[in-house]
Structures are given as C-alpha cells and as structure tokens.
C-alpha cells in the first residue's frame, strides 16, 4: 500500500515521540493522553467538517474523541489545547487523515496492556481490525489517480506530523 510505504519515516518518528511516554506511569501516561487528545480532537472535527461522514458511513462509530475525553476526565483533566488540522477539503485529504488515525487504533490494544488496571483505558481498548480492513480496500479503490495519491499522502504526513508535535509539546521538547 503507497501510504504505508510512504509515510514510514513519518510513523517511526511518531512511535518514537510516544515511546517517551511511560504508560505504567500515571504521570505519563496523563501525558500521553493528553497528547493523543490535541492532535485527535482536531483531525476529527476537521474530518466531519469535510463530510467524512458521505465518505465512511460509519464514522460516528470510528470517532474516539469521546473516549480519550472519558479518560482524561477521570484523571481529573480538562480538554487539552487542540493544535491546528489539516485542511481536508477532498476524499483524498480525507482518506489520509483516517489512514493515520485509524493506525493509530490498531497500536492502542498493544499499548493498553501497559496501563495499569488501576487507570482509565477506554480511548486505547477500542480496537477494531475489521475497521482497518474496510478503510484500506476503500483507499485501494478511491487512490487510484496519482494526484487523489499524491493529496492523500500529503494529509495523512500531516496528520502524522499533528501527533508528532502533540507528543513533543506534552514531553516538553519544543519542535523545531
């Protein structure tokens, strides 16, 4: 798959801006969330925004905003300081945007075992491989032209560079 392929770089550079983040910790783990929420909460808004809904119609189901909200509430959290979206103006854009927000589900099963029973866990439990499936054989079949692959490229880098500055920002290391 080309969004696999390409963004690669820009996946290993997010896996290694969250690996900071010590799940077992409930100070980081805090963190974590709260960097998962202000690149989350804006990429779905921006993806409703755009109409994603006429794109994926389960999207209402796909959405995990109200989960990481859930848990950020229960360690006594407000919403954190949501960055800017990507403007997603066409299916494409669109598409990109899911790709790595979607991804970004399949990890969290893997991720959630190292969170203490004792912490909230609903944003990082809600797995879904079936959803995956479904939203590559729609990529496969919507990115056929280069330019619909090139649009989807360049917003899913973006979405994937949203996360990487979130959980930079929640470290404390400032982006350059």
């Known amino acids: 798959m080309l969004l696999r392929e390409s963004t690669r770089p ?3 550079r997010v896996d ?4 900071r983040f010590d799940l077992g910790d409930p100070v980081d783990y805090r963190a974590f969330l709260l960097a ?3 690149a989350l909460l804006p990429i779905e ?3 409703t925004a755009a109409g994603v809904q006429e794109v994926v119609c389960d999207w209402p189901q796909r959405q995990r905003a109200s989960r990481v909200l859930a848990d950020l509430a229960d360690l006594g959290l407000g919403t954190p300081r949501a960055l800017e979206a990507p403007q997603l103006g ?3 854009q669109m598409l990109g945007a899911l790709y790595v927000v979607e991804g970004s589900r399949l990890g969290g099963a893997m991720l ?4 203490p029973a004792h912490l909230p866990c609903r944003f990082l439990s809600d797995s879904d491989s079936s959803r995956w499936r479904s939203l590559v054989a729609l990529i496969d079949h919507e ?3 280069p330019a619909s692959q090139a649009a989807a490229l360049a917003s899913a880098r973006a979405a994937f560079a949203l996360f990487e500055a979130a959980a930079h920002a929640q470290a404390g290391v400032r982006v350059p």
């Open 112 to 115: 959630a075992r190292r969170v």
């Open 90 to 92: 066409s299916t494409a």
């Open 10 to 12: 820009d996946h290993d």
């Open 36 to 38: 998962q929420a202000s």
């Open 16 to 19: 290694a801006a969250f690996a």
């Open 143 to 145: 990115l056929a032209s």
């Open 45 to 47: 808004a921006a993806l």
